[in-house]
């Protein structure tokens, strides 16, 4: 979903979101102050045709043709009959997941947090090794990966899913929530997936290499992939709709470098840097697109 611009007037605004429809172009306003009515466009495919229909309706917002869309309203209708008759015989995701973020819960996001408490779990809720051993990049020291030269490819990201204390793993789990549900709310779970995918080795990689040690874990390489992506996304191309907070950023930085200092030990700071700076290109370099 992406913004294409804003309406001051709330009546012209829903007159055009009727017209866009009309077209073809699901579409949804969001009030957004003080710039107006700021019209969302579902289709990113659909959004070259959006924008120039709503650079002629600024031109001449008067034309009969913008009028009361009488059909908007029929289509609409038939669209709820429809909605209804179907939420009666599944449940959707919005039952399962309900909003405890602006964003809505991501199911990718869900199933991320499941697995880290799962492996926490057959762990002990401690650091237990016999347990983890299938988890970690490689069981033995060196710089050769041998599980993965040998087909255990699913060394590359399950480092991820291991914690070990009670606040290392309740941190990460906030963040993840929060940033994954934002990226799969305007984005979707595909894009999430495939970030994941990428920071989860790009940065196991890196702690590897960095401190020649294969036993590590945990989800904050992913997690500042994550704040890396939304950062420069969002900075670049704000009508992504992606979006974080100046002090969430420095804190999130200033935390990153107290780590870096060894002012708290075994903390995986290559994990850390490999995945903001993976973060970051992929948000800076996505962004140019619709720069």
Not at 3 to 28: C, K, T
Not at 141 to 147: D, H, I, V
Not at 226 to 232: A, S
């Amino acid at each position: 979903m992406r913004l294409i611009g804003h309406l001051i007037d709330e009546s012209m605004a829903r007159r055009f979101a009727d017209f866009l429809y009309v077209q073809g172009i699901q579409n949804q306003l969001e009030l957004e102050k003080p710039e107006g009515w700021g019209i969302w466009v579902r289709d990113e495919d659909k959004l070259t045709q959006a924008v120039g229909l709503l650079s002629d309706f600024r031109t001449n917002p008067k034309d009969p043709k913008y009028r009361r869309q009488e059909k908007a309203e029929e289509l609409r209708s038939r669209e709820e009959k429809e909605n209804e008759a179907f939420q009666k015989k599944v449940q959707t995701r919005r039952h399962l997941f309900q909003p405890l973020t602006p964003y809505g819960f991501g199911p990718l996001t869900f199933a991320l947090i499941i697995g880290c408490l799962a492996a926490y779990a057959v762990s002990g809720f401690s650091y237990d090794m016999p347990a983890l051993h299938q988890l970690f990049l490689s069981e033995m020291g060196g710089g050769t990966l041998p599980e993965i030269r040998h087909g255990e490819i699913w060394r590359l990201v399950t480092p991820i899913f291991i914690h070990y204390s009670a606040l290392h793993i309740i941190f990460n789990m906030m963040w993840l929530r929060d940033l994954g549900s934002m990226i799969e709310g305007r984005q979707s779970t595909l894009h999430l997936l495939l970030l994941v995918l990428v920071t989860a080795v790009g940065s196991n990689l890196t702690q590897f290499y960095s401190s020649h040690s294969p036993i590590f874990g945990g989800m904050s390489g992913v997690v500042y992939g994550l704040l890396g992506y939304i950062w420069m996304r969002g900075k670049f191309d704000p009508a992504s709709g992606l979006s974080l907070h100046p002090s969430t950023v420095t804190m999130m930085l200033f935390w990153f470098f107290i780590c870096l200092a060894g002012v708290i030990p075994h903390i995986a700071n290559g994990a850390h840097a490999g995945g903001l700076v993976i973060g970051m290109v992929w948000g800076y370099l996505s962004s140019l697109k619709y720069r």
